[in-house]
């Protein structure tokens, strides 16, 4: 790929974002709430928010575990 097409193919994205955002701007509150929910089924139906939960929680615990090494040291 040259650097024109490189930079024709940049244009022709922000002009495709541009048009899609302007399409979401129009959309109505229940079709936004519509589209979420789809999204989450998806989500769901992938196990996506199984692994989000868990996770977090590990990400959590963590946490917890370096405050209470800290506190340790601060004592």
Known sequence: MTKKEALAYRRRWKLMEQVQR???RGLSIEEKLKQLDQCYQTAAELGLLKQ???ARR???REVQLRWRRLK????
């Open 52 to 54: 989000y939960a868990a």
């Open 72 to 75: 340790g040291l601060a004592a």
């Open 22 to 24: 302007g399409e979401r």
């Open 58 to 60: 590990k990400g959590k």
